[in-house]
């Protein structure tokens, strides 16, 4: 079991920044992937950015590469999101995702933070 608790989010006028920092609580935290979700009002939650458990590889969604970058501290059980040149269409909710692999078929468990509001005002 994993408890995640996401903070840093805020209103920011468009072409600001804000950085989303998550705090896991496991003695295991390198186990895991890591990736930041997004869920604005009447849409369906997507991905914005994931990392692997070393940090040595990352993902974005083409909709905010060059804009994000999602990092780890395996040593303080922590992801964070920089979030630069935010734009109003980056209003959502943000959730921290933790992902590990269960089984050698692939199975995978997933555990959400509560989220945190991220508001861009134009």
């Known amino acids: 079991q994993v408890q995640l608790v996401e903070s840093g989010g805020g209103l920011v006028q468009a072409g600001g920044s804000l950085r989303l920092s998550c705090a896991a609580s496991?003695?295991?935290?390198?186990?895991?992937?890591m990736g930041w979700f997004r869920q604005a009002p009447g849409k369906e939650r997507e991905f914005v950015a994931g990392?692997?458990?070393?940090?040595?590889?990352?993902y974005y969604a083409d909709s905010v590469k060059g804009r994000f970058t999602i990092s780890r501290d395996n040593a303080e059980n922590t992801v964070s999101l920089q979030m630069n040149s935010l734009k109003p269409e980056d209003t959502a909710v943000y959730y921290c995702?933790?992902?590990?692999?269960?089984?050698?078929?692939?199975?995978?468990?997933?555990?959400w933070g509560q989220g945190t509001q991220v508001t861009v005002s134009s």
């Open positions: 990392i692997d458990w070393s940090g040595g590889r990352t």
């Open positions: 995702n933790a992902k590990v692999v269960v089984n050698v078929e692939g199975a995978s468990l997933d555990y």
């Open positions: 496991t003695r295991t935290f390198s186990n895991y992937a």
